[in-house]
């Protein structure tokens, strides 16, 4: 069998699985991950060698120099017949290995990922402003973003402009004109991608990342010109969003951009995936943070520390804890309770909580 057919094989099996991710190490099995587990593979393994081949088959054109060169590629992969899968290759050890994630070619909905749409929803309907999806990698930032992109194209008349590394959701124009740019193909990097894309009369700027100074930098001035950005950081919580946002500049620029960021972002959205209880797979659990005037007085005056008190007493916006998301996941039955306190960020106050035991105004409540 030649390492394609392999490759194809583990594919095939991790699609009829329901895996999300394929991971191939040379002279070792393969593993699937599966809903959230990673399992062996009873295979002969791959040699370096063979997993070279295939790197280098898979490849396009475009990204050989920065394979050779950098020992670590993104782009995407499509099996016949299987779907289109984004790929990391890289070295280890000196030897080669890839992570191969399935991609849905249709985006989803709110309803297919089980999350919040009404809060979704009405953040989907500024014109301009910032919003932030984090998380760890893979706690399903690309596909909320794809769902709010999806949500914008089924309701309203925007012209909506991706930047992804590499491109995983495909969308047709529904009520919006989408185009998609591929970092690396379409353009050398997302900095490049931001400065060229305010001049394609853009409504809506889907950014895959913020990871460099120019490109937060761009992100700001465009959501203060007209447009409404999506983006994703990995933090994990509201408070640790917005102060990484600050780590990419200079500590003399930290008031005026105190001011820039309470006034441009909207809101952010931290991610988690747990074990669903029923059927199989992961269920979202996430902390949303919507500014109203005390979040943007809040950042404009740098106590970043009181984000946590503010999430929790403005619920009636569409903010939520990451302990009011999982109390009420446990409640519905849809999480189990020691997969809910193991992911909670204060287990012991969700442990209350679950026991009908409430703090408020630093009094108990039962």
């Given at each position: 069998?030649?390492?394609?057919?392999?490759?194809?094989?583990?594919?095939?099996?991790?699609?009829?699985?329901?895996?999300?991710?394929?991971?191939?190490?040379?002279?070792?099995?393969?593993?699937?991950?599966?809903?959230g587990r990673l399992e062996s593979v009873e295979m002969n393994p791959?040699?370096?060698?063979?997993?070279?081949?295939?790197?280098?088959?898979?490849?396009?054109?475009?990204?050989?120099?920065?394979?050779?060169?950098?020992?670590?590629?993104?782009?995407?992969?499509?099996?016949?017949?299987?779907?289109?899968?984004?790929?990391?290759?890289?070295?280890?050890?000196?030897?080669?290995?890839?992570?191969?994630?399935?991609?849905?070619?249709?985006?989803?909905?709110?309803?297919?990922?089980?999350?919040?749409?009404?809060?979704?929803?009405?953040?989907?309907?500024?014109?301009?402003?910032?919003?932030?999806?984090?998380?760890?990698?893979?706690?399903?930032?690309?596909?909320?973003?794809?769902?709010?992109?999806?949500?914008?194209?089924?309701?309203?008349?925007?012209?909506?402009?991706?930047?992804e590394d590499p491109i995983e959701y495909r969308y047709r124009d529904?009520?919006?004109?989408?185009?998609?740019?591929?970092?690396?193909?379409?353009?050398?990097?997302?900095?490049?991608?931001?400065?060229?894309?305010?001049?394609?009369?853009?409504?809506?700027?889907?950014?895959?990342?913020?990871?460099?100074?120019?490109?937060?930098?761009?992100?700001?001035?465009?959501?203060?010109?007209?447009?409404?950005?999506?983006?994703?950081?990995?933090?994990?919580?509201?408070?640790?969003?917005?102060?990484?946002?600050?780590?990419?500049?200079?500590?003399?620029?930290?008031?005026?951009?105190?001011?820039?960021?309470?006034?441009?972002?909207?809101?952010?959205?931290t991610q988690k995936l747990l074990p669903a209880l029923e059927g199989?797979?992961?269920?979202?659990?996430?902390?949303?943070?919507?500014?109203?005037?005390?979040?943007?007085?809040?950042?404009?005056?740098?106590?970043?520390?009181?984000?946590?008190?503010?999430?929790?007493?403005?619920?009636?916006?569409?903010?939520?804890?990451?302990?009011?998301?999982?109390?009420?996941?446990?409640?519905?039955?849809?999480?189990?309770?020691?997969?809910?306190?193991?992911?909670?960020?204060?287990?012991?106050?969700?442990?209350?909580?679950?026991?009908?035991?409430?703090?408020?105004?630093?009094?108990?409540?039962?």
């Amino acid at each position: 069998m030649s390492v394609l057919d392999t490759v194809h094989a583990l594919l095939s099996l991790a699609v009829e699985n329901g895996a999300s991710d394929v991971h191939i190490n040379s002279n070792k099995p393969a593993f699937l991950r599966l809903n959230g587990r990673l399992e062996s593979v009873e295979m002969n393994p791959l040699t370096p060698e063979e997993v070279r081949e295939f790197i280098e088959y898979s490849l396009p054109a475009q990204f050989l120099k920065v394979w050779e060169q950098s020992y670590q590629v993104d782009f995407s992969y499509n099996a016949p017949d299987l779907g289109r899968f984004r790929v990391n290759a890289f070295l280890q050890r000196g030897i080669p290995s890839l992570v191969m994630r399935l991609v849905s070619e249709n985006p989803p909905t709110f309803a297919d990922l089980n999350i919040d749409s009404g809060t979704l929803a009405n953040l989907c309907k500024h014109k301009n402003g910032i919003v932030l999806v984090c998380g760890a990698t893979g706690s399903g930032k690309s596909s909320t973003l794809a769902a709010m992109i999806n949500h914008i194209n089924d309701n309203f008349d925007r012209h909506i402009v991706t930047l992804e590394d590499p491109i995983e959701y495909r969308y047709r124009d529904v009520k919006s004109i989408i185009n998609q740019r591929e970092i690396g193909i379409d353009c050398h990097s997302f900095a490049d991608g931001m400065r060229s894309v305010l001049r394609q009369d853009p409504d809506v700027i889907l950014v895959g990342e913020m990871r460099d100074r120019e490109t937060i930098k761009t992100a700001l001035q465009a959501s203060e010109t007209g447009h409404l950005v999506f983006g994703t950081l990995h933090a994990a919580n509201a408070q640790q969003a917005v102060q990484r946002l600050f780590e990419f500049f200079p500590t003399e620029r930290k008031h005026s951009l105190q001011r820039q960021l309470s006034g441009a972002l909207r809101a952010t959205i931290t991610q988690k995936l747990l074990p669903a209880l029923e059927g199989g797979g992961r269920m979202p659990a996430s902390e949303v943070f919507v500014l109203d005037a005390l979040g943007r007085k809040t950042i404009q005056n740098g106590t970043f520390e009181k984000i946590e008190a503010i999430i929790e007493a403005t619920v009636e916006n569409g903010s939520k804890t990451f302990n009011q998301d999982l109390f009420q996941l446990v409640k519905k039955g849809l999480i189990a309770k020691a997969d809910a306190l193991n992911h909670s960020p204060n287990p012991r106050q969700l442990e209350m909580n679950l026991k009908g035991i409430f703090l408020s105004g630093g009094a108990i409540v039962n």
